[in-house]
Structures are given as C-alpha cells and as structure tokens.
Antibody
C-alpha cells in the first residue's frame, strides 16, 4: 500500500522557519514527482512545489525564494523548508505523489497544519 | 503562469441529479488536466487524470472531457457521498495550478 505521512507543522511566529517532512512507504520518492499542496483556512487548494525524479524543482510564485523542497533517498522522505514565514502561509500542508505529472497526484498524505501568528 | 478558472464556484443539487463542472485554462494545455474531490478533514482524492481517464477505484458515474483550454467534469446520478468540493489542476507546466474549486452542496 502506498502511504505518505507528513509531520513538522505547528505554531510559528512571522519571520520564523519550519521544516515539514513527508515520509513515504510502498514506493520510492526518488522515482516519482513529489509535490506539496496547501489549503489556507476557508480557501481552495494551492500548489506549492514539486521535486522531479531528476532533481529539478519548481515553486509557486508566492513561495519562491522562501521555500525549498528536497529529499533524502536513504530515508525515503521529502522535505519542505519554509523560511521567512508570513501570516498568509497559514494552511494545512499536504504532500502528494505523481508517478508522472500527466497521471495526476494519486497518493496524498493526511496533511500537517502550519499556523503563522 | 497558467491560470485555471472553474465555474460555477458552487452549486446545489439533489441526489440523482446530473452535475457538470467546467474548467478553463488561460492557454492550451492539451489534455494535461486532472480532477480532484476534496472533503473537509480528508486528503484530496484524484478522480480523473489526462482529462478523461478515470482513476482506479473511482465510480464510473464520474467522467471527464475536453482538450485544449476547455474541460468538464460530469457526475451522473449524484450520490450522497459526492457532496464535496471539486478542483481541476493543470499538469502541463509548472507552476502546476489548481482551479478555484466548485462546491457541490445538497439542495
């Protein structure tokens, strides 16, 4: 069974940093396209970042220069390093896997909540 | 960046109704279009990928169509468990943008 488990969320002051983790099981993160997606309170889904199996990364304009996605193949875990956090980064953050981007994000974690206040 | 526009933003429907949600891309994205269902407190669920391919395990009352810039998600014979918010998402090019969502409510 494919599974993703996020951790690392919490309450942080504006300007602070936080690192989210996404531990995978049933597949290897280095083989797939790993995404972070967030949902702010009362808002819709917002794509945040993707890490290709090649190592290429992309970010939403709203987080470029502040967030960094990475992975540790030995731990089969993906990370989202979030710096200079703002109130509008408050959201539930989901990790999601796509085998190929054309196949969509078919495995999702349960989410971890980040509150910037 | 590619902008995704969904309509309507919300709708009310009854069990058994046929519901259609539309999604428009700001530029041609071929069939790089996915649909998700999201319920409060749960993780989003992939329903359809590549515009019209049903994800494994998704009931066949869900269907998708379209190409280029205009896409549709149709739910035939709406069931109680289908009341949720639906999102389109383009996977043509990063940033991989979502539509604003369509909330399907019980009439």
């Amino acid at each position: 069974e494919f599974q993703l488990v996020e951790s690392g969320g919490g309450l942080i002051q504006p300007g602070g940093s936080l690192r989210l983790s996404c531990a995978a099981s049933g597949f290897t993160v280095r083989s797939d396209y790993m995404n972070w997606v967030r949902q702010a309170p009362g808002k819709g889904l917002e794509w945040v970042s993707v890490l290709y199996n090649s190592g290429t990364t992309y970010y939403a304009d709203s987080v470029t220069g502040r967030f960094t996605i990475s992975r540790d193949n030995s731990k089969n875990t993906v990370y989202l390093q979030m710096n200079n956090l703002r109130a509008d980064d408050t959201a539930v953050y989901y990790c999601a896997r796509a085998r190929q981007l054309v196949y969509g994000m078919d495995v999702w974690g349960q989410g971890t909540t980040v509150t910037v206040s | 960046d590619i902008q995704m526009t969904q309509s309507p933003s919300s709708l009310s429907a009854s069990v058994g109704d046929r519901v259609t949600v539309t999604c428009r891309a700001s530029q041609i994205i071929s069939t790089y279009l996915n649909w998700y269902q999201h319920k409060p407190g749960e993780a989003p669920k992939l329903l359809i990928f590549a515009a019209d391919t049903l994800q494994s395990g998704v009931p066949p009352r869900f269907s998708g169509g379209g190409s280029g810039t205009d896409f549709t998600l149709t739910i035939n014979s709406l069931q109680p468990e289908d009341f949720a918010t639906y999102y389109c998402q383009q996977s043509y090019s990063a940033p991989l943008t979502f539509g604003g969502g369509t909330r399907v409510e019980i009439k």
